[in-house]
């Protein structure tokens, strides 16, 4: 089997400061890798360096592309790398104004995403957008609404339908339950795994609640100052975690 993704020594550096140094791993088809570590690590870092949403120093982002096979995609040219954004690729934010446009509808945030890989029919638009809100459990009375009025919990189930109605293979997430309250974390956790088991998505999910990964992550690389000081089934990395800083971070959660 061929790896979805598969990241060669990348490295970004920021002057004398390290992004992130010499990161190496592959995914799997259906596998969802999680990265952790404390704010500064580089874990937001490398996740926008393999997203190209930042200019990395050097390495390769080889990604198995659907027409092409395995391709490094940081040599694409900018109209192929945008359009795998649009169709295999998606991003949610830690933020969901980010990834929404807040000026538009519920239903044309969804539409937008269709449209923009050539669907045309209004009709057809509409009613798949109707049909991911059901999916995001947000109720259809709400698709003419904007985002400005849906509460924060809602904003992001909003975003993860945008993103996931072009039906991608690899999802990018960037904290993807940060500043939500522990109840609505728990209702969006649940969402996720339900859409990651029922689509057989590929993920990577940056975060610092250990929770998280425990709940979504079949593998766990964990990050301090720009490297990966342990990688392994997440489990077996959080149940006897090697490295002594990922003994602190597992052991300042047992201790909360």
Known sequence: M?????VRALTKR????IGCADVSFDL???EVMGIVGESGSGKSTLLNCMAGHLVCDSGQVIFD??????????TMSEP??????????AFVHQHARDGLRMGVSAGGNVGER???????????IRDTAIDWLGRVEISETRIDDRPTTFSGGMQQRLQIARNLVTGPRLVFMDEPTGGLDVSVQARLLDLLRGLVRDMGLSAIIVTHDLAVVRLLA???MVMKDG???????TDQVLDDPQHAYTQLLVSSVLQV
């Open 14 to 17: 920021y002057g004398p400061h």
């Open 65 to 74: 592309t659907r027409a092409d096979g395995p391709t490094d995609t940081l």
């Open 218 to 220: 079949d593998r766990l």
């Open 28 to 30: 799997w088809p259906g």
């Open 2 to 6: 061929t790896p979805l993704l598969s």
């Open 80 to 89: 192929a790398r945008r359009m795998l954004s649009r169709t295999d690729w």
């Open 227 to 233: 490297h990966v000081v342990e990688a392994g089934l």
């Open 114 to 124: 269709l449209m923009a890989v050539g669907a045309r029919n209004y009709g057809d």
